[in-house]
Every structure is written in structure tokens, then in C-alpha cells.
């Protein structure tokens, strides 16, 4: 069994979930092998604890991996994950949360008990969407890896880079791990989702396309005219509070992509590229689904994929937090900034199905995976 280390710092009542102790010093792994405690006194204890344990990286003499000792090791019946559980919560919600000084906190906490990158959560991201997997799951489902091959400068790297390094873990297990991006039934999952997404972009472009413009209206009006299939496109992206993302991607930016090249075929409908009609497919459907982007991809399109892909500059993990219009009257533009109806704020904005995104999310694929070999020859 993996020793312990324990920092006698007092936490909050019922931190660890000790409200249900079961204790039995006869069962395999318990470190808590040589008596029975009068009742009370194991939650009293584990209460007292409140996560604060340390498992040591000591191998044992069985020829057993950490891993599989940690699975073993109970403390009053509480595995660690269960003891823990409160902490990667916290560790797992500053990852989705995205910006450098929650990414450092995070990362500054696993270092300290790489453990809790072995935890399964629940966790929420900006947006309220549920996400449960361990920390590393979570930064993979968020899309949080190297934007490109070579990166040297540490704060540059993926979350998912840094926290396999920040936790010393195997190869075995982060490819065990990234499953939950790379197997097949995240796959379908991650289709799944995309295609609804699609669906509802596809029916607000074709409702949007309809809409006829008298001579006399400005941008605003049309766009007040064309309210109910906005709405509506809203409301088919809100977020269910019912589900909760297991494998695949949160939001996965090639939509975008897709959402792009769908208008680019069909732009006969929309008559004109810089038309009303075009105007509000771009600013509301278009920054709908930007807005709809994890963190770390909504750090790169407000920065400018073209940025990024063509110039390597690495965007700044910084949220636009001041209550941004996108998807309402602005949608970001190729080379970063806010774009409104006939191109206002960004003249000569590009339009059409290279949006940069497939750019983006080839460079994405390739890191998933290089992970292992690009993580280890460091």
C-alpha cells in the first residue's frame, strides 16, 4: 500500500463526505488495519482531514503500479478518490475556467498531489455545461491541447501537456486516459453532438435566407425582423442541464468550420455575401456558435486564428469578460476583433468556408496524437 502523508491543517465540517464511514480494519487496502474505532471517531477524523492527504510515490515491493495501489488504498473505508473527490472538483473547475492564474492554481495543487489527476468529478464549466472525468479527461474534453507542434515556452503548452508533466504520468495511463477524445465511442458521441449543433445552424441559415429586406431598413431592423429564428437558434444551443459530457469534445470548434462551408455552398440563398441576410447568418448564427466555444477556444478566436495559424502567435489565456456582445451584434472575425452587420469594425472581413478552424482542429488532432512522445522527449 502507498504511505501517506498528512497535513494537520484543520478544513470545513464534512469536507471528505465522512457522513458515511464504514469501517472495517480487515479490509483489503485499509491503512487503518489494526483495530476498530469507537463510533464517531473515523468521521471525526476524516472530517478533521478534509482532503488534506498526500499519497507518497513509492513503489512496492509486488511489482504494483501507483495506480493500482492507489485503487487499493482505503483510509476508514474511504478509497482516495472519495477523500479527494472535494479538491479535484476545485482542480477541475479552475481548468474550465481557463485563464493563466486558475490554469497556475490548478497546476500549483497537482504538483502537490498528482493524485487528483486520478479522481473522477463532475465539474462546470463557464457556460454551466457538466462535464465529469478526471482533471486531465476534462482539459482534453475542453480542448485544451499544444495549438502546435515545438512549443518551448512552459505557459505555451496545452493543459493537457502540462498537467501529464505536472503529475509525472505514465504513458500507459494518459493514453487510458485520452480515450474519452480518442476511442471510437467518443467519436460517435462527439458526431452525435456536432450534427445537432449543424441541424439547428443549418435550419436558422435557411429560415434567415428567406427573410425579405425592404429598401428602407437598416441592419438593426432586419435583424429585429429576422428575432424569432434567432431566438430560436438560442434556445437550440442552450446548454441541458440534464446531460453531462463523458467523452468527445464540450463544444467542438469544427462546427465552425462546417457552419462555414455549409453558407459558402449555399450562398445563392443569401443572394449577396454582404447582404442583410448574410449580415445576420454571420453575426447571429456564426458568433452564436463562438460564443458556445470552451475557454481555450475562445481565447484563440478572440485573439484571431489567423494569428495563430499562419503567424504562430500564441493567443493569451484571457477571457473576454465585459459582457461582449457576440452573437447579438458582433461576431469575431479571421485575424481576431469584433465584426458587425456590412463588415463594420473589421473592413474586408473574410467570409466563407476557410474560417481557419480546419486549420485549427488538424493541428488539434495531430497533438492528440503526438502527446505521449512530444510530453516524454521534453
Not at 24 to 36: D, F, I, T, V
Not at 79 to 108: F, P, R
Request: contains cysteine; hydrophobic residues 40%.
Amino acid at each position: 500500500m502507498p504511505k501517506t502523508k498528512i497535513n494537520k491543517t484543520p478544513s470545513s465540517p464534512n469536507a471528505s463526505g465522512a457522513s458515511s464511514v464504514d469501517h472495517n480494519p480487515e479490509l483489503k487496502g485499509e491503512a487503518m488495519s489494526l483495530c476498530r474505532f469507537p463510533k464517531g471517531l473515523p468521521e471525526i477524523f476524516l472530517d478533521y482531514l478534509g482532503g488534506d492527504i498526500k499519497p507518497i510515490s513509492e513503489p512496492n515491493t509486488k511489482g504494483e503500479s501507483l495506480s493500482e495501489q492507489y485503487k487499493e488504498f482505503k483510509l476508514f473505508g474511504k478509497k482516495l478518490s472519495d477523500i479527494m473527490h472535494e479538491e479535484a472538483v476545485k482542480v477541475s473547475n479552475l481548468i474550465l475556467q481557463g485563464e493563466e492564474k486558475e490554469i497556475e492554481e490548478a497546476l500549483a495543487i497537482v504538483r502537490k498531489k498528482p493524485f487528483l489527476l486520478r479522481c473522477e468529478v463532475e465539474a462546470q464549466d463557464l457556460l454551466g455545461r457538466r462535464v465529469r472525468g478526471t482533471p486531465l479527461q476534462i482539459a482534453a474534453m475542453a480542448g485544451d491541447l499544444d495549438l502546435k507542434p515545438g512549443i518551448t515556452v512552459e505557459k505555451d503548452l496545452g493543459m493537457v501537456e502540462r498537467l501529464v508533466a505536472a503529475g509525472k504520468l505514465s504513458q500507459e495511463e494518459v493514453k487510458e486516459q485520452l480515450k474519452c477524445v480518442t476511442s471510437k465511442e467518443a467519436l460517435k458521441a462527439n458526431e452525435e453532438r456536432n450534427e445537432r449543433v449543424l441541424v439547428a445552424i443549418k435550419k436558422f441559415g435557411n429560415n434567415i435566407a428567406e427573410v425579405k429586406a425592404d429598401n428602407n431598413l437598416n441592419f438593426e431592423a432586419f435583424q429585429l425582423r429576422c428575432k424569432p429564428f434567432i431566438d430560436q437558434l438560442e434556445e437550440d444551443l442552450r446548454p441541458n442541464n440534464q446531460s453531462v459530457t463523458a467523452a468527445g469534445y464540450i463544444f467542438d470548434p469544427t462546427v465552425l468550420q462546417k457552419a462555414a462551408e455549409w453558407f459558402q455552398e449555399n450562398l445563392q440563398k443569401f443572394g449577396d455575401l454582404w447582404g442583410f441576410n448574410s449580415d445576420v447568418f454571420w453575426v447571429n448564427g456564426f458568433g452564436t456558435l463562438q460564443a458556445n466555444l470552451s475557454s481555450r477556444d475562445a481565447e484563440i478566436i478572440r485573439a484571431g486564428v489567423y494569428c495563430l495559424i499562419f503567424r504562430g502567435d500564441m493567443p493569451l489565456r484571457l477571457l473576454d469578460k465585459s459582457g461582449s456582445q457576440l452573437g447579438r451584434v458582433h461576431y469575431i472575425g479571421y485575424f481576431g476583433g469584433h465584426v458587425g452587420g456590412l463588415g463594420r469594425f473589421v473592413p474586408g472581413m473574410r467570409r466563407g468556408g476557410e474560417c481557419g478552424i480546419g486549420r485549427l482542429m488538424r493541428h488539434r488532432h495531430q497533438a492528440e496524437r503526438a502527446v505521449l512522445p512530444l510530453i516524454f522527449s521534453n
